[in-house]
C-alpha cells in the first residue's frame, strides 16, 4: 500500500507542475512559404512554432511553377502565407484564387529599398532582394511582425530567433566585405544566367552580365546575345557561372564564344537539398561569396 500511495502522490505532482507550467508553446502555427529561402528564414524566425511547407522545392525555379493538388490544400488550410513579392511569383494569384485560400498573403519584401531597371522597355523591379543580407533583414523584420500576429502568446520567441538571427547577418555581411572589398575593380566582373545577382552586385560592387532578364520567364533574343557577347568581350569577364536553378546552355554558348572561364556553380534563388553547400540561406549565401571570391583570385 505503500508504494501505491507514493506512485499516486508522484502522479498527483505531475499533474500539477503541468498545470502550472508556462505556456510557452501555445500553439504550432501551419505556415506555407513560396520558395525554399523564404521558407528557411521563416523556420528560423518561428523555430518549433511553427512548421513550414515551402511550395518551389530544393534546386526550383521560383518565376515557374506547376502546383500539386497538395499544394493547393497546404495553402487553403494554412494560418499564414508567405511570398517575397516584387513580382517574384506570378503564378501566386491563380493558385491563390484555385485553392480557396482566404487570406492574404504577408509580403515579406515590403519596406525594401528595391533596384527599379528598365526590360524591354518596361520598368520593372528586381524582385532578387535576398541576394544581400541587408535586405533580408528587412524580411526579417516583416516575418517576425506576422508570426507574432497569428501566435501572440508566442511572440517572445519569435522576437528572440529573429534578434539572435539578425546578428547572423550582419556577420555574414562583413564576412562578404571582407571577401569581396580587397579586389581590384577590374576583376569584378562575372556572368550568369539570368539577372538575378543585381542586389549581391549593388551590396559588394561587382558586375553581374546576363543573358537573360530578371525572369526567367523571358527568353533572350539572338540579338541580345550577341550584345552580350560584346560587352563580354570589351569588359574583359573572365568567368562564368551556372545557377542551380537554371539550364546553363545559353550561359555556356555565351562563355564558349568569348572565351570566359567556368567559376562553377551559384545558388541564386534555391537553396540544395539537405546534403548539398546551400541547406540554409546562410550557407547558400556564404558559399555564393565564397564561388565569386574565388573566381576573381584566377
Ligand atoms: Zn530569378
Request: hydrophobic share 40%.
Amino acid at each position: 500500500m505503500a508504494h501505491l500511495s507514493k506512485l499516486v502522490l508522484v502522479g498527483t505532482t505531475m499533474i500539477s507542475v503541468l498545470a502550472f507550467a508556462p505556456l510557452a508553446s501555445a500553439k504550432t502555427l501551419d505556415v506555407v512559404a513560396s520558395f525554399t529561402v523564404l521558407a528557411d528564414i521563416v523556420h528560423e524566425i518561428g523555430g518549433a512554432n511553427v512548421h513550414v511547407r515551402s511550395l518551389v522545392g530544393p534546386n526550383g525555379d521560383p518565376h515557374e511553377f506547376e502546383p500539386s493538388p497538395d499544394d493547393a490544400k497546404a495553402l487553403k488550410d494554412a494560418d499564414v502565407v508567405f511570398v517575397s513579392g516584387e513580382g517574384l511569383e506570378g503564378w501566386m494569384d491563380r493558385l491563390i484564387s484555385a485553392s480557396g485560400y482566404t487570406g492574404k498573403p504577408v509580403v515579406a519584401s515590403e519596406g525594401i529599398k528595391t533596384r527599379e531597371m528598365e526590360e524591354d522597355g518596361k520598368e520593372v523591379t528586381d524582385p532578387h532582394v535576398w541576394n544581400s543580407p541587408v535586405n533580408v533583414q528587412v524580411w526579417v523584420n516583416n516575418i517576425e511582425k506576422a508570426l507574432a500576429a497569428a501566435d501572440p502568446e508566442d511572440a517572445e520567441h519569435f522576437r528572440a530567433n529573429a534578434a539572435s538571427y539578425r546578428k547572423k547577418l550582419v556577420e555574414l555581411d562583413a564576412y562578404a566585405h571582407a571577401k569581396l572589398d580587397a579586389v581590384p575593380d577590374d576583376k569584378r566582373k562575372v556572368l550568369t544566367s539570368h539577372d538575378a545577382f543585381g542586389y549581391f552586385g549593388r551590396e559588394y560592387k561587382v558586375k553581374f552580365l546576363s543573358p537573360v532578364g530578371l525572369s526567367t520567364e523571358t527568353e533572350a533574343s539572338a540579338a541580345d546575345v550577341a550584345k552580350l557577347i560584346d560587352q563580354i568581350k570589351a569588359e574583359g569577364v573572365k568567368v562564368y557561372f551556372f545557377e542551380n536553378s537554371n539550364d546553363p546552355k545559353l550561359v555556356n554558348q555565351i562563355a564558349a564564344a568569348t572565351g570566359a572561364k567556368p567559376g562553377g556553380e551559384l545558388y541564386v534563388e534555391a537553396l540544395s537539398d539537405k546534403n548539398g553547400p546551400a541547406s540554409t540561406y546562410l550557407n547558400m549565401f556564404r558559399y555564393n561569396v565564397n564561388q565569386v571570391s574565388t573566381a576573381f583570385r584566377k
